[in-house]
C-alpha cells in the first residue's frame, strides 16, 4: 500500500471508558520493557523478549513509523485520566483497498484483569468506522487463548472460524480463529 492512501492520524484520539488510543511517545518505555516480559507477546511481534531500554525505545519509535509508512495505526493504549500507556493496539490496512483491516492488540501484565484491551479494540473498531473504504475488521486468535478470545467478543467481534495450521509461531504451525466485525453489522 502507499502510503498516501492511509487516512490521516485521528485528530481526537479514539476513547472507550477508562482508555484512550494515543501516539506512542518515548516515555512509554516502560510499559514497553513490561510487555516483553510476557513469553507470548514477543513471539508474535517485533518488540524483543526480555528488551532492553535500547530495544524498547526502538520498538516505540518503529510504532510511531507504522502510519508513515502506510501500514497503519499503531496506537499506545493510555489511561484516559493520567496518560500512562497499558499496550499497544494496531489497525494494519495493509488490505484496505479490498475494504478489509486486520486489528492486534497487547496489554502489559501489569495491566491485564481490568477490560483494558477490550476497552481498547472497541475504541479502535470505533474509529477503523471512520475510513469510508473500511468494511470489514479481522482478528487472528489461537484457539488456547481464552483470553484473546473473550476481549474480542466484548468488543463484539464474532467467531467465524477456524483457520487450521494458519500461521507459523515459534518455528510451528497452528491453527487460529478468525473473528471479525463487520461495518454495519
Known amino acids: 500500500m502507499d502510503n498516501r492512501e492511509i487516512p490521516a492520524w485521528p485528530v481526537d484520539p479514539p476513547t472507550h471508558g ?7 511517545e518515548d516515555r512509554d518505555v516502560p510499559m514497553a520493557l513490561d510487555l516483553s516480559q510476557d513469553s507470548y ?24 513509523q507504522r502510519h508513515l509508512d502506510g501500514t497503519g495505526f499503531s496506537f499506545a493504549i493510555a489511561d484516559a485520566m493520567t496518560d500512562r ?13 479490498e475494504g478489509r483491516a486486520t486489528a492486534g492488540y497487547g496489554v502489559a501484565p501489569q495491566e ?20 469510508p473504504s473500511l468494511h470489514r475488521i479481522e482478528l487472528y486468535i489461537e484457539p488456547w487463548n481464552t483470553a484473546s478470545v473473550r476481549v474480542a467478543e466484548r468488543a463484539g467481534y464474532e467467531r467465524e472460524g477456524r483457520l487450521r495450521s494458519h500461521q507459523e509461531i515459534s518455528g510451528e504451525r497452528v491453527d487460529m480463529f478468525l473473528y471479525a466485525a463487520v461495518r454495519g453489522g
Open 112 to 131: 491485564r484483569g481490568r477490560h483494558v484491551a477490550a476497552a481498547a479494540v472497541t475504541a479502535l473498531t470505533a474509529f477503523a468506522w471512520t475510513i
Open 41 to 64: 507477546v514477543p513471539t508474535i511481534g517485533t518488540l524483543p523478549a526480555q528488551a532492553t531500554y535500547g530495544e524498547a525505545l526502538f520498538w516505540l519509535r518503529r510504532q510511531r
Open 85 to 97: 500507556a497499558l499496550g499497544q493496539v494496531g489497525l494494519w490496512v495493509r488490505n484496505l483497498s
Open 18 to 24: 477508562p482508555i484512550r488510543l494515543r501516539m506512542f
